[in-house]
């Protein structure tokens, strides 16, 4: 119940694109959904997140879509860049606690 | 300013030895956390720290592994009589308790490999 699952495992794209990562839950506990980029030797960092309250979130390209009913949860980058390659791990947490993390998807965007 | 810093960057060590891992997280941050990220995964919880004490060690994998918080501020990660398992990247993050979203700041990890 605790798992997080995430697909694709790798997605390539070309320059200007929208790559769509897809993740899914069982815990309905969970109560913040954070994204988050990783580059090669760099630590994660927090790209965008939302709560099960709504239905989308927009930060710039990168976009949100959240199905409570079907506990699943959407990354989508628009116009996508090269410089957005990089590995991106949805993850979930309840009670501001530890994050449990999808297992990553490593996106290669082409010019 | 600073964000969470990490040492040693990389440590190579041998099998049966001790090592720690040092973290540094972001001045005022009240909560520490320790993951471990193998090849090609996603992060995986160890513990965290809410002040000085672990709010949660549910993830240590074995009693070898131990951290230590005590002043509130820096973590030690220590691990007994290591094994090749244990080979991975050691993430730290840091997050100020308090706010709605409970925001964690990675550190850039150590890289921990067991000959």
């Known amino acids: 119940q605790q798992q997080v699952k995430q697909s694709p495992q790798s997605l390539i794209v070309q320059k200007g694109g929208i790559p769509i990562i897809n993740c899914a839950y069982e815990n309905t506990a969970f109560d913040y959904f954070p994204w988050y980029q990783q580059f090669p030797g760099k630590g994660p960092a927090l790209l965008i997140a939302?709560?099960?309250?709504?239905s989308e979130k927009k930060e710039g390209r990168f976009t949100i879509s959240f199905n409570k009913s079907a506990k699943q949860f959407s990354l989508h980058i628009m116009d996508s860049q090269p410089g957005d390659s990089a590995t991106y791990f949805c993850a979930a947490t309840f009670n501001t606690d530890k994050l449990i993390f999808g297992t990553g998807t490593r996106l290669q965007v082409f010019p | 300013g600073a964000g969470v810093s990490q040492t040693p960057s990389n440590k190579v060590t041998e099998k049966g030895k001790y090592v720690e891992l040092r973290c540094d997280p972001i001045s005022g941050h009240t909560a520490l956390y320790w993951y471990r990220q193998s090849l090609g995964q996603g992060p995986e919880f160890l513990i965290y720290?809410?002040?000085?004490?672990?709010?949660?060690d549910s993830g240590l994998p074995n009693d070898r592994f131990f951290a230590v918080r005590p002043e509130g501020s820096v973590s030690t990660l220590k691990i007994q009589r290591t094994e090749r398992g244990d080979s991975a990247v050691y993430l730290c993050a840091s997050s100020y308790q308090g706010t709605s979203n409970n925001e964690q700041f990675f550190g850039p990890g150590t890289r921990l490999t067991v000959l």
């Open positions: 939302i709560r099960p309250d709504v």
């Open positions: 720290f809410q002040g000085t004490g672990a709010a949660d």
